[in-house]
């Protein structure tokens, strides 16, 4: 390489992408001695799914990794004030998740979720449908058979400040922060060359490209094919309203519905259909928001959503991340299909283990790149909130 491409600055460990789960990552090696380490982002922090989530961080999964990794991740959250010690200090709020079952065939699944959480100690419980009445005042259960409840888990009421506050740490512990596009990722001897937008580099020992739905066009210039693909999100909110209308997470998998009344008032709503064609708009999104509504939460009939928040998921065929080593001291940690804010904490910790050569434990080897090869299963029951 000659002197005229070398890169202008280095370090032992570059992380690309400032969404939670790069942030946490960069944490997480900081806090295990790592002595320089840089977080690069093209537009800021929480530019991408990140800032498109609501918040949401529950023990319900269908999976015992995500289970422990999730567990993990609520000690961490319900710690968060001491752990991050930010100017805002979230507070995550234990109001109960609650997903409906509308069919037979999804109670049973719910069923067996549930005694795997059981399992490692999660407090959830299958509850009839005038069970589920009791836990949510209202609630229309003509097309509810049972559902699945969780009283610990819960939500923050403004998650922006859980990704700033990652930021926030991680700069204080030493990350430098730097706001470039990368446009390449290049070898370069037994380290790496970021080639940034401008012109500039920089070097890194090791890399992690926690890049979400950019991470297939970074890696494929390396020969590397991920399946990861992004999928449009709408959030819907209204503004704050005075009444306490709906405390838990409302979530219908089958109805592809969730709905939440956040600590200031407003209702958060959401229209999961997926479309890969990105042509659903927000009017029918907004229609089968209020459809719902009619059908399970009359009380919210007269609430209106004139905000709307957009972005886009990074989603993988199973709906399961991708956290590997894809070359020497060039790792993934992408496709979180919208549970990244959930499991950020136990995740980051788990990827700073192997990053340093000391694993903490197997539950990564879940999400390797190589699980492709065979058939595709879905192994969560519900990962749309």
């Known amino acids: 390489m000659s002197e005229g491409n070398r890169a202008s600055r280095s370090y032992d460990v570059a992380v690309v992408g400032a969404g939670i789960i790069g942030l946490s990552v ?11 380490v840089c977080v690069v ?5 929480a530019a991408g799914a990140s800032g498109v989530q609501p918040g949401g961080v529950r023990q319900q999964w269908s999976s015992r990794v995500n289970c422990l990794l999730a567990q993990e991740s609520v000690h961490f959250y319900l710690d968060i004030a001491n752990r991050l010690d930010n100017r805002v200090q979230p507070v995550l709020e234990q109001c109960g998740y609650i997903f409906l079952a509308h069919s037979e065939d999804r109670l049973s699944r719910l069923a067996a979720d549930v005694a795997l959480q059981n399992e490692f100690g999660v407090p959830s419980e299958i509850v009839d449908p ?14 509810v058979v049972g559902a699945a409840w969780c009283q610990e888990d819960g939500y923050f009421d403004r ?12 700069e204080r512990h030493g990350a430098v922060l730097h706001q470039a596009e990368v446009e390449r990722v290049e070898p370069d001897g037994q380290s790496w060359q970021l080639s940034l937008a401008g012109g500039d580099r920089l070097g890194a020992g090791r890399v992690v490209l926690a890049t979400g739905y950019d991470s297939p066009a970074l890696l494929e210039p390396l020969g590397i094919e991920v399946p990861i693909g992004k999928e449009l999100r709408s959030l819907f ?12 997470m409302v979530a219908s998998g089958e109805r592809s519905f ?12 959401s229209d999961t259909t997926v479309d890969a064609t990105e042509q659903r708009d ?18 919210l009939q007269y609430v209106s959503f004139p905000i709307v928040a957009d972005g886009f998921y990074d989603v993988t065929p199973d709906h399961q991340p991708i956290i590997t080593e894809v070359q020497p001291s060039l790792w993934v940690a992408a496709g979180f299909s919208g549970h990244g804010f959930m499991l950020a904490p136990a995740i980051g910790r788990r990827v700073a283990g192997l990053l340093q050569d000391r694993p903490v434990d197997d539950l990564l080897d879940a999400f390797s790149l190589e699980r492709f090869s065979r058939p595709i299963t879905i192994d969560e029951t519900e990962w749309v909130v």
């Open 26 to 36: 960069a944490l997480h090696l900081l806090e295990a001695g790592e002595q320089s």
């Open 41 to 45: 982002e093209r537009t800021g922090v």
């Open 130 to 143: 005038d069970q589920a009445a009791e836990r949510v005042p209202d609630l229309q259960i003509e097309t």
């Open 159 to 170: 998650p922006q400040a859980v990704v700033a506050g990652f930021a926030e740490a991680a």
């Open 237 to 248: 909110l209204s503004e704050p309203i005075r009444d306490r209308l709906l405390d838990p």
């Open 258 to 269: 969730a709905a939440k009344q956040l600590a200031d008032g407003r209702v958060l709503a």
């Open 282 to 299: 927000h009017d029918a999104r907004r229609l089968a928001v209020r459809t719902n509504i009619e059908e399970l939460l009359p009380r």
